[in-house]
Nanobody
Framework: VQLQASGGGLVQAGNSLRLSCVAS???????????MGWYRQAPGKQRELVAT???????NYADSVRGRFTISRHNSRKTVYLQMNSLSPDDTAVYYC?????????WGQGTLVTVSS
């Protein structure tokens, strides 16, 4: 599965961004079988889970983003989104899209989010 993430950028604290991740070379029927997620890696830190969404649309969030971030998927567009509100400098990181099907995982190239104070 090839994943292409976009939507990162530089924003001030308190503002919002929406990230997108497209599985452009994946057919629709396969995309619907993928559990999708967003992870992030801040400078000097390990990659961490941000949010996941299952094939049935069940979402899970890291405690640090719950209530501020929303993950969603649009199967016909083969796209998963991450709406990020009330951003803080602690959210600064490279955000990676992830797709899982059984034991197999695929990663996108990452999109940088920088939040200034």
């Amino acid at each position: 599965v090839q994943l292409q993430a976009s939507g990162g950028g530089l924003v001030q604290a308190g503002n919002s961004l929406r990230l997108s991740c497209v599985a452009s070379r994946t057919i629709f029927s396969v995309f619907t079988t993928l559990d999708m997620g967003w992870y992030r890696q801040a400078p000097g830190k390990q990659r961490e889970l941000v949010a996941t969404i299952s094939t049935s649309g069940t979402a899970n969030y890291a405690d640090s983003v719950r209530g501020r971030f929303t993950i969603s998927r649009h199967n016909s567009r083969k796209t998963v989104y991450l709406q990020m509100n009330s951003l803080s400098p602690d959210d600064t990181a490279v955000y990676y899209c992830n797709a899982k099907q059984g034991p197999t995982a695929s990663w996108g190239q990452g999109t940088l989010v920088t939040v200034s104070s």
